[in-house]
């Protein structure tokens, strides 16, 4: 069976990096953008990140501009933007597409095993996947959906394992 844990993306500053580097975690897959209205989002990740990473948990953001142009900048700018605003600690991936031929083939992956309530495509910024520590997409919510709200799940998955 395929998991998160098959595929690699590149970093930000370009190094390509396996997703078993994660093997064992819980993550929370986002794509993320730095003109979003869903931005201010970024502060409920690192809390997030800061609060259960210690437990086993990460975040692991990736840029997307898919979705009306929201993350036009560089690397080196996404950078700046989220360590400057937010003050990110998370891992963060070079700038990707989500949908369509291009599709960075872990996202593809994701709306395999997690499809939205309107098919498979991820419809805007901040889409988020839940991932177990087998590597398994075990949920999937939309961008209206606070990282807060997703606190209680992931609490259970460090816990119990299971949703």
Known sequence: MTTVYDFSA????????????YEGQVLLIVNT?????FTPQYAQLEELQRTLGPRGFSVLGFPCNQFGGQEPGSAQEI????SQKYDVTFPMFAKIDVNGDKALPLFDHLKREKPGLLGASIKWNFTKFLVDRAGKVVARYGSTTSPGAISRDIEKLLSSGTL
């Open 10 to 21: 590149a970093t930000l500053d370009g190094e390509e990096r396996p997703l078993r580097t």
């Open 33 to 37: 953008a730095s003109a979003c209205g």
């Open 79 to 82: 950078a700046a933007f989220c």
